[in-house]
């Protein structure tokens, strides 16, 4: 009898298309596994009016770990910039297959470009990250709160309450929607979450062969990048919510970190880069905090959510 893996996700469209993909690389390594995909709504899920700010750390992560822990799955796909930097000693999370483009992306009425939006253009994003970013950059912006799901956001992009939104071009990607998009923002103006586009998978510690196949459809550069990224979220003490954005691209055998820290209202960026080995990602982590620090970017890392 072959053997069933249950996997445990969020229902929404993305969600699913991501954890078909794994599934799918597994596949490749054992083919007579049979995988079922189990749905589970998160706190994020379950209050999708409220301000993401307002629902904490592992808001689209909680329930499927728990889930994991009691035996009801064993295996749990996520978006890995939704994950915590710390879990349970009892799960281990594994970043697997190449990450998808790690940019933003605007999405318009006028398919317009961020400098050629109409003053007063109501953009719609639900990262306060993101809002403080775009409001470093086009402070005449009337930036507004939206939630959904992709479909969802890119449809009111057009609506009456809103005339743009931003998202992140990975999910745009995965779900074919690249049409809309009138702008992939660069990371210099619109620097993403650490971990965005890369995808996990989380299983319990003591699963040790379910483990070792996880790790070989991980995607070696990817892991370097957002070990880096994420890193810095760890050396600042906390999860997704601090305000910081980070990115680490790979040339040859070194890894080049950029990271920002901005304000809610716009009023100052704070950037560092940082070239480090990719055999050692933490430590190019850990040194773009540090320079954070150093210019000044404490308080928020340390005192603001976002």
């Known amino acids: 009898m072959s053997p069933i893996i249950r996997v445990g996700t969020r229902g929404s469209g993305l969600a699913l298309t991501q954890t078909k993909a794994v599934i799918a690389a597994l596949r490749k390594l054992a083919p007579t596994t049979e995988y079922t995909i189990e749905t589970i709504s998160s706190v994020g899920d379950q209050h999708a009016d409220a301000p993401l ?12 770990e728990e889930a994991l822990l009691n035996g009801r799955i064993d295996l749990a796909l996520h978006s890995l910039k939704a994950a915590p930097t710390e879990t349970s000693q009892s799960l281990t999370v594994v970043p697997v297959l190449e990450r998808e483009d790690p940019r933003d992306v605007l999405v318009n009425r006028w398919k317009a470009s961020l400098l050629d939006l ?16 775009l409001r470093h950059g086009r402070k005449d ?13 890119i449809k009111k992009a057009g609506g009456p309450d809103y005339d743009g939104t931003v998202l992140a071009a990975a999910g745009v990607k995965r779900l074919g929607l690249s ?18 586009a890369a995808l996990a998978a989380e299983a319990r510690a003591t699963d040790t062969d379910l483990l070792a196949s996880i790790r070989q459809i991980t995607h070696k550069p990817t892991a370097a990048a ?5 890193s810095i979220l760890r050396a600042a003490g906390g999860g997704c919510q601090i305000p910081i954005g980070a990115l680490a691209e790979m040339d040859g055998s070194s890894i ?21 080995d990719i055999d050692d990602p933490e430590v190019a982590g850990r040194a773009a905090y540090q320079a ?5 970017a404490g308080d928020l890392m340390h005192g603001v959510t976002s």
């Open 53 to 64: 700010e307002t629902l904490g750390i592992g808001m689209f992560t909680n329930e499927i």
């Open 118 to 133: 109409p003053e007063a253009a109501r953009i719609g994003t639900s990262s306060p990250r993101r809002t403080a970013q």
């Open 141 to 153: 912006v009337e930036l507004i709160p939206i939630r959904g799901n992709v479909e969802t956001r």
């Open 179 to 196: 049409k809309h998009v009138a702008e992939y923002l660069s990371p210099h103006i619109c620097t993403p979450a650490p971990g965005q």
């Open 226 to 230: 957002v070990e880096a990224e994420r």
């Open 256 to 276: 080049r970190l950029f990271a920002t820290v901005t304000p809610l209202d716009g009023s100052v960026s704070y950037r560092v880069e940082i070239e480090g």
């Open 292 to 296: 954070l620090l150093d210019q000044g």
